[in-house]
């Protein structure tokens, strides 16, 4: 794969209807993130993970939820799609450790109608 | 927590010129910054980075500055070219954490 990668590109849901969005990378990184990106807000923290098996909440996190259950993959779930959770969302992932550069995706583009 | 405000929200330079993005952050135990470049329809990528331990860090036509004393770092671009048209958003993480806090991003804009 080389890097992270995210699937869909796009979307287009109807509300009330859940989604998830796939994330996965190779470079073996302990920390793994989620945001979305809407014009004007920059990038907000949805939820991260240290490392597989442990979850926290970011800035963000109402009506979302994740999962690690491994090192690549960290999936991040709508369980009932609304309108507002319209957004670019951009999973990234880091080495572990303190002050480090992290890698983002290419983004999904999720329209909730 | 982190708060990071970011300056100006846009900005439109003439090719050639330089251009100059200021963060200024709350919490004074943030110690890396880094700054990444979003072009339009693409992820953000990292260009520049800056630890606590130094005041500035150049590469080709960008450097950042920081003051400690006053929490404030900055991106400098010298002879902008339209290529440097993009996003640039800043970040502060706090010494001990791998969270990232952002600024709202700079819309950079440089006319031919």
């Known amino acids: 794969i080389a890097g992270i990668t995210q699937a869909p590109t796009s979307q287009i849901l109807a509300a009330g209807r859940r989604m998830t969005l796939r994330c996965t990378q190779d470079?073996?990184?302990?920390?793994m993130y989620w945001y979305r990106q809407d014009l004007g807000l920059g990038l907000r923290l949805i939820h991260y993970?240290?490392?597989?098996?442990?979850?926290g909440k970011g800035e963000v996190p109402d009506g979302y939820s994740v999962s690690r259950a491994n090192t690549d993959d960290f999936p991040l779930t709508l369980a009932s799609a609304v309108p507002s959770q319209t957004s670019v969302y951009f999973c990234a992932s880091s080495r572990q450790g303190a002050g480090n550069e992290q890698f983002f995706g290419p983004g999904t583009r999720l329209t909730v109608l | 927590g982190e708060n990071v405000e970011q300056h100006p929200s846009t900005l439109s330079v003439q090719e050639g010129d330089s251009a100059v993005i200021k963060c200024t952050y709350s919490?004074?135990?943030?110690?890396?910054f880094p700054w990444y470049k979003q072009e339009l329809g693409k992820r953000p990528q990292l260009i520049i980075d800056i630890r606590s331990n130094v005041g500035e860090k150049k590469d080709q036509r960008i450097a950042v500055t920081l003051n400690k004393t006053a929490k404030h770092f900055s991106l400098h671009i010298t002879e902008t070219q339209p290529e440097d048209s993009a996003v640039y958003f800043c970040a502060a993480i706090v010494r001990g954490s791998y969270i990232p806090t952002f600024g709202r991003g700079t819309s950079l804009i440089v006319h031919p």
């Open positions: 919490d004074s135990a943030s110690n890396y």
């Open positions: 993970s240290n490392t597989a098996g442990t979850t």
């Open positions: 470079m073996r990184h302990n920390a």
